[in-house]
């Protein structure tokens, strides 16, 4: 197993990365303050999910073929570009529809349950975002080897051990900004403020898309 210190090196590096601005803090940006903290909360799940994906298909070798194969990376690349740059579309029709000022069902919105398929469908959502992005797999891909402890447990336990911190880091952090989004959700709301979150969202989105063409592949 992974020394307490580098344990601890690991988390301060995924901490980092995690509380840096990109598409999954956007996204929360644009479906927070429109579908309640339920949405918000279900999109985080779905980042966490595809957290542990990365990791354990990194462990098993397919991160690796991404990461080597120009075709195979190339293909995730612009997936992921596509789906973020129409998530980015979605967020301005939106602004412009003046759709997330209508009334959104009030269970939603209050934060109590929502029905199950919508929080599915902002599970999926946040999956996607996250599982489509090449950047996590070269991650995982160029900071294993240094973790891992060989000979100590098996590969699998130690890769999906930091996989796990990894996640619960980002379930805090997001999980942290649903709150604080779905605290500020009135003020929020009030029209001028909500077009320039959704619009910068919507911008941002479709920006880190067209970025996420261009990344290149590990040499």
């Known amino acids: 197993m992974p020394t307490p210190d580098a344990i601890l090196a690991f988390a301060v590096i995924v901490t980092l990365i995690v509380t840096s601005p990109g598409p999954n803090l ?3 940006l644009r479906t927070t303050p429109t579908f309640g903290r339920s949405a918000g909360l279900a999109n985080t799940i779905g980042f966490c999910a595809a957290i542990l994906s990365h990791a354990f298909l990194s462990l098993i070798g397919v991160g690796a073929v991404i990461a080597t194969s120009a075709l195979a990376f190339s293909i995730l690349k612009v997936v992921g570009a596509i789906y973020l740059i129409w998530l980015g579309i979605k967020a301005l029709r939106s ?8 009334p959104v069902n009030t269970s939603t919105a209050s934060g109590a349950p929502a029905p199950l398929r919508r929080l599915g469908l902002r599970f999926a959502e ?18 294993f080897p240094q973790f891992i402890a060989v000979g100590s447990l098996p590969i699998l336990v130690q890769g999906m051990a930091l996989g796990t911190i990894h996640a619960v880091i980002a379930l805090l952090w997001y999980g942290v900004v649903v709150l604080g989004i779905g605290t500020v959700a009135r003020m929020i709301k009030r029209p001028v403020i909500w077009r320039w979150i959704q619009t910068t969202s919507g911008v941002m989105l479709i920006s880190l898309g067209g970025r996420l063409l261009f990344v290149r592949q590990a040499a």
Do not use: D, Q, R, S
């Not at 412009?96 to 209508?102: A, D, F, I, V």
């Not at 946040?126 to 900071?143: D, E, Q």
């Open 26 to 28: 956007f996204l929360l």
């Open 95 to 102: 602004t412009w529809k003046g759709e997330g000022l209508m």
């Open 126 to 143: 946040g999956y996607m975002t996250n599982i489509l992005n090449p950047k996590p797999a070269l991650f995982y891909l160029a900071v």
